[in-house]
């Protein structure tokens, strides 16, 4: 039971330029999270999916796109990066018992943009 | 959203307890009190959820007075890795749970 992975761990990007963060879970949770942090600051939600075929934006969803391949997996897709978008990138899932709700977050992936 | 205000930051010594307390003056009635903790270049990780009075695991406990405007996390007995930052978070217990991290504490253990 790995829980929550994401690949790759660490991207350089020039401006410009696109890629895929990948996140996949093997909980058998329907709900899946993308989020972003910023160096000393909080996580902020980029965009998330309650259930597979679902998502929504969450706080900063510009410059952003998703897509909920399955169960399993939740991709993030940057079509032009910029700088601004360098920051470490978590993604989560989450488990709803009837005392508590939990979300698992990855190890991140760290992108710099030049 | 319910928003949060915690201390920015808290020191504390080995084997102190440590109280970090969590303002939510406008929590609405179904909305859940949760903590996470974050060590640096790793995600946040689940500590404690509770939705009032009293809730104790084995690594920490969470204090909700009845008027739940506020909350106390509570670390007893703190090692150097508990050097961390915490999370206090406020949402509504529902699958697609739009959660607002705001800055943390940062707390820090010292020898």
């Known amino acids: 039971n790995a829980g929550v992975t994401q690949t790759p761990k660490f991207q350089v990007l020039k401006t410009g330029q696109s890629m895929t963060l990948q996140c996949a879970q093997d909980?058998?949770?329907?709900?899946m999270y993308w989020y972003r942090q910023d160096p000393g600051m909080g996580l902020r939600l980029i965009y998330y999916s309650a259930s597979e075929g679902t998502t929504d934006k969450g706080e900063v969803p510009n410059g952003y796109n998703v897509s909920r391949l399955n169960k399993r997996e939740f991709s993030l897709r940057l079509e032009s990066a910029a700088p601004s978008q360098t920051s470490v990138y978590f993604c989560?899932?989450?488990?709803?018992?009837?005392?508590?709700?939990?979300?698992?977050f990855g190890p991140g992936t760290r992108l710099l943009v030049l | 959203l319910a928003k949060t205000t915690q201390p920015i930051s808290m020191d504390s010594y080995e084997g102190q307890e440590v109280n970090i307390t969590c303002s939510h003056n406008n929590i609405a009635t179904n909305d859940y009190i949760t903590w996470y903790q974050q060590f640096p270049s790793q995600g946040p990780r689940f500590i404690i959820q509770?939705?009032?009075t009293k809730v104790t695991n084995e690594v920490a406990s969470l204090f909700i007075p009845a008027d739940r405007k506020s909350s106390t996390l509570s670390l007893p007995r703190v090692s150097l890795s508990d050097t961390a930052v915490y999370y206090c978070l406020v949402a509504v217990k529902a699958a697609g749970n739009k959660l607002t991290f705001g800055g943390g504490t940062r707390v820090l253990v010292k020898p």
């Open positions: 909980m058998n949770h329907n709900s």
């Open positions: 989560a899932s989450s488990e709803i018992k009837v005392d508590r709700e939990t979300q698992y």
């Open positions: 509770g939705y009032k």
